[in-house]
Nanobody, 122 residues
Framework: QVQLVESGGGLVDAGGSLRLSCAAT????????MAWFRQAPGKDREFVSA????????LYGDSVKGRFTISRDIAKNTVYLQMNSLKPEDTAVYYC???????????????WGPGTQVTVSS
C-alpha cells in the first residue's frame, strides 16, 4: 500500500499563494493517479485536482481552474499543488490521495494522507 503525507499548509492572506507537497512511500509502483481533495467543516470532500503519474495529464475542479496547478517530481515520488490567488472559500483541510483510475469522486481512491490545514484570511 502507498503511504502519503501532506505538508505546506498554513495561514495566508486572500490573494496570496501557497504550495502543498505530498510525499509518497511504500509500493509507489502500484499507484497510477494522485489527486488533491479538500474538505471544509460541515461540507463534503471536494475534488481539487488530479494527475496521471506516468504521462502527467492533469484534471482540475471548476472552483480552482486557472488558479491552482498540480505537478509531480517522479524522482522524489512527490506531488505538488501550487495555489495562487487564494480566496477565503479555499479554506479547508487538503488531502492527498492515490488510486488506480482517474476520477473526481473520493471513492475512486484507495490511499489517503492525514491532511494539512489551509486557512485563507479575508
Amino acid at each position: 500500500q502507498v503511504q502519503l503525507v501532506e505538508s505546506g499548509g498554513g495561514l495566508v492572506d486572500a490573494g496570496g499563494s501557497l504550495r502543498l507537497s505530498c510525499a509518497a512511500t511504500g509500493r509507489t509502483d502500484s499507484r497510477f493517479v494522485m489527486a488533491w481533495f479538500r474538505q471544509a467543516p460541515g461540507k463534503d470532500r471536494e475534488f481539487v485536482s488530479a494527475i496521471l503519474w506516468n504521462v502527467g495529464s492533469r484534471l482540475y475542479g471548476d472552483s480552482v481552474k486557472g488558479r491552482f496547478t498540480i505537478s509531480r517530481d517522479i524522482a522524489k515520488n512527490t506531488v505538488y499543488l501550487q495555489m495562487n490567488s487564494l480566496k477565503p472559500e479555499d479554506t479547508a483541510v487538503y488531502y492527498c490521495a492515490a488510486g488506480n483510475i482517474l476520477g473526481t469522486s473520493p471513492s475512486r481512491y484507495d490511499s489517503w494522507g492525514p491532511g494539512t490545514q489551509v486557512t485563507v484570511s479575508s
